[in-house]
């Protein structure tokens, strides 16, 4: 595996929302550093993580590859998705240190922008490391 190769598995598993296809790209013991201060060790944990992204509708993903090498690589890429549950909406709040976006009852869940970067690491076939940086906001309207 390769950093093009992992890009376009994390593409479809999100676009796609599977939790398998995700944990599929990384070894057994692969860890998904989805922050500085969180990780997600092995299938089990990278599954249950995936998750979330059950709770995101229409998305789409785009990335371009920074930088390439045998045995790792780092791309850039860029999320969009609508919320699809005050649920979700409520752990992006948390997860990144804000409060919640100014809404009125009623009023619907916002569209979602995550821009980031990632850099991982490959073993023989499959990922043993990818790590995180990111930021997300409300798409403007």
Known sequence: ???EDFMRG????WEQREPALFAALFESSGEYHNTPFQVQRGAEQLVEYWKRVQL???IEVAFEILATAPA???AHWRTTYQVASEEL???WARSTGTSLVA???GDPLPRMVLDGVLQATFGASRCAVAR???HSL???A
Not at 10 to 13: D, E, G, I, N, P
């Open 1 to 3: 595996m390769n950093i």
């Open 10 to 13: 994390y593409k479809a598993a």
């Open 56 to 58: 995101q509708q229409d």
């Open 72 to 74: 790792s690589g780092v």
């Open 89 to 91: 909406f409520r752990i």
């Open 103 to 105: 809404r009125q009852p």
């Open 132 to 134: 995180i940086w990111w």
């Open 138 to 140: 409300p798409q403007p």
